[in-house]
């Protein structure tokens, strides 16, 4: 009863906050709330591969791009169908209803493709594994281009604008406590025991490929469920959204937050989002900025940022 009554509460709250935003909150401003809800979903689902399981993923925007374009298709040709099945619900209650459809196409395609590059490729370590899952983000990338059903290099466009600040702020909170559940939980601490020595956790009877794979198809789902947002949310997709420049901007703020630090990773997520816009009246100044920003904040906190480091130095 408790949970259910925080649940409530919570989407009441963020119902409250979508209207207020709507209404007085300048359009500008709202994207860059959308977008850090968003980065949370896919810098926590990173987290969970990099910071908890210790493995090098290079190809996390790889696993968005599938839930993005899989979600988009299913809304663009399948949702017309749907609709003349279900058009005896009401427009509040089908809109929503087709939209987690799309979401759910989006979040099982990205698994598939999880499964796909994890299992044969997670015996791997470190550098290997990254190049791996660099090659996989390529292959994406690729293949997307050349597929005309999902407007191939022209973009993916009139993708129905489902997606809002509560539809993305409650998916993130929904990211957050999973991912928090799951690495507090004895079979959780798995992933930990694998990050920390993989020989010691094999001696203790944990199977290594098994506990990854479960991580690297976890976080993939997840990513997939960003890009489902990010799809609904812009209404136009371009592969050069989902290149490796992007992959890298989650890990920075995996590392910047603190490899396996789960609060540390979602204020991480919050600041590298804000921090171009922020500085956009410098200029050409600006991502040198930004990147001396990173770079000092790095020095002053190597383990990342925290809440409760924050408290204590205040």
Not at 204 to 226: D, E, H, M, Q
Request: charged fraction near 10%; include cysteine; glycine fraction near 12%.
């Amino acid at each position: 009863m408790k949970r259910l009554l925080a649940v409530l509460l919570c989407v009441a709250v963020l119902l409250g906050f979508h209207r207020v935003f709507n209404a007085y909150l300048n359009p500008y401003y709202l994207q860059i709330l959308v977008y850090i809800g968003i980065n949370i979903v896919m810098a926590t689902s990173l987290n969970l591969i990099n910071g908890y399981t210790g493995q090098f993923n290079l190809g996390h925007a790889g696993f968005m791009a599938v839930g993005a374009y899989a979600s988009a298709a299913c809304s663009v040709y399948a949702h017309p169908a749907l609709r003349g099945l279900l058009g005896f619900l009401p427009a509040t209650a089908l809109d929503p209803l087709l939209f987690l459809v799309s979401l759910l196409v989006g979040v099982c395609a990205a698994i598939l493709s999880g499964l796909a590059i994890g299992l044969p490729t997670l015996r791997l370590r470190g550098d290997y594994l990254a190049i791996a899952t660099l090659g996989f983000g390529e292959i994406v990338l690729v293949v997307i281009n050349n597929m005309d059903v999902v407007g191939g290099a022209r973009g993916f466009s009139d993708i129905p604008g489902y997606a809002n600040f509560f539809w993305v702020f409650l998916f993130a909170a929904l990211t957050v406590y999973v991912i928090g559940r799951i690495t507090r939980t004895a079979k959780g601490l798995s992933f930990a025991a694998i990050r920390e020595d993989e020989i010691a956790a094999l001696s203790l009877g944990i199977s290594n490929t098994r506990v990854k794979v479960t991580a690297f198809v976890v976080g993939a789902g997840f990513a997939g469920l960003g890009g489902g947002l990010y799809a609904h949310y812009l209404n136009y997709l371009h592969v050069n959204s989902f290149g490796f420049l992007k992959s890298v901007d989650f890990v920075v703020m995996v590392v910047l937050g603190g490899m396996g630090n789960l609060w540390g990773v979602v204020i991480a997520a919050a600041l590298l989002t804000m921090l171009p816009e922020l500085l956009r009246g410098f200029a050409e100044w600006r991502m040198i900025l930004y990147s001396l920003l990173i770079i000092v904040t790095m020095l002053l906190r190597s383990k990342g940022v925290s809440i409760k480091q924050w408290v204590r130095s205040s």
